[in-house]
């Protein structure tokens, strides 16, 4: 299969679902990421938004080595991300980019803006990826993937329906996340956990729920023509 990761910033896929990538490409399936903004005011350590942008793009070009992943930058602004019709032809063009079997994105109620952004915009243009007619610039793809979306910041407000079991390679997961260097000192201005410290925890209080060491929670999206199969999660 293809499989494809939805993130709004560089980071998210590795602390909200790398666990299942992981799990995807032990089983031998190929790995897509998409990320909707650069993240370009992720510091306050750097001169420019196009600085802070150049490093987390290749932040996350070294993450994706261990995911085994391809990705593809979008570059709308960090923290104004809008639904527009620029907006929109880029993700149409990523999801047919991957032509994926699988999609896994932010959850359209996420109280991150750019989150809840990226995850509205992915579950609505479900209905077009395969009209020749939309405008894009990638062809239609005839795939109907299975839309997950996965957990929160925290988890604050989000009760997963389905959990994946990370235990055995979150080891892996953690060393993907600390290739975003540039994030721990940020993280630290206005959040009481570094990066490291909330990805571990979350994951474990997953765990708990679903009686793993570590886990991944995920709520499937739903539209007649593009119903789940949680039979295709790891």
Request: contains cysteine; charged residues 20%; negative net charge.
């Amino acid at each position: 299969m293809n499989v494809l990761a939805i993130g709004a910033h560089p980071d998210d896929i590795e602390v909200y679902c790398a666990g299942t990538l992981l799990k995807y490409k032990q089983q031998g399936h190929d790995i897509f990421i998409a990320l909707t903004t650069s993240g370009n005011i992720g510091s306050n350590e750097y001169e420019s938004r196009e600085a802070i942008a150049a490093q987390r793009e290749q932040e996350q070009l070294e993450a994706a080595k261990i995911l085994g992943a391809d990705v593809r930058f979008l570059r709308f602004d960090d923290q104004g991300l809008q639904d527009t019709p620029e907006t929109r032809r880029a993700v149409i063009n990523a999801i047919r980019w991957a032509n994926p079997d699988v999609i896994l994105t932010h959850s359209p109620e996420d109280p991150s803006t750019d989150h809840a952004v990226t995850g509205k915009i992915v579950s609505e243009v479900m209905l077009s990826i395969p009209g020749k007619l939309i405008p894009a610039d990638e062809p239609p793809i005839a795939k109907n993937p299975s839309l997950f979306c996965y957990t929160p910041a925290a988890g604050i407000g989000f009760l997963p329906e389905v959990y994946v079991d990370i235990s055995d390679v979150f080891p892996l997961k953690k060393e993907a996340l600390t290739k975003h260097t540039s994030q721990f000192n940020w993280m630290d201005v206005y959040q009481s956990h570094n990066l490291l410290s909330i990805m571990e925890i979350s994951d474990k209080f997953r765990g708990l729920q679903a009686g793993y060491e570590y886990a991944e929670g995920f709520r499937a999206f739903r539209i007649h023509g593009y119903m789940p199969n949680f039979k295709l999660l790891p």
